[in-house]
């Protein structure tokens, strides 16, 4: 694993690739004429800061559970990475990318959101080749136990499931 590898993984690409294709959706929206979300904007903008604080939240808790200088050095289980293989991921695309397109207020940037998911999914086959070559089996059990963006409730602790 390169020190490349180690420190960003497949964020750059994912990033890059995310932001191409908005800019492809931002060109449609006027031609593909697609109805707003909604009419009130303190609901757009009240969602959108709320997921935008729930993604920092996220951030600052995944680099708390794996300070950069540690990243590919040994597997991380614990913290945020309890919950998601690939936090940093998951919060852009489970939070703050929906919340982006309820701000856009119209449902083609919804599509882009649903799009992003598979994208970051091929995007990640790499990374998580590496960490398979890496840490091996226990890479290979860890991700069977979590998901790679969205939390697997099944696999959850019993006092950590709502009843």
Known sequence: MTTYDRLFGSGPRGALIGAVLFVIVYLLEDVIALPVITENDWLRYGLF???????????????????????????????????FRHPLYAAFISFFNFGFAVLMN???????????????????????????????????????????????????????RSK
């Open 49 to 83: 800061f709320v997921l935008t604080l729930v993604t920092l939240i996220i951030i600052v808790w995944s680099v708390k559970s794996l300070p950069v200088n540690e990243r590919g050095k040994h597997l991380v289980t614990t913290g945020a990475f309890k919950y």
């Open 106 to 160: 119209n449902w083609i940037y919804m599509l882009w959101t649903l799009m992003m998911i598979p994208v970051w999914h091929l995007n990640i086959q790499r990374e998580e080749s590496l960490m398979m070559k890496e840490f091996g089996k226990e890479y290979e059990d860890y991700s069977h136990r979590t998901g790679r963006f969205f939390i697997k409730l099944r696999n959850l602790p019993p006092e950590t």
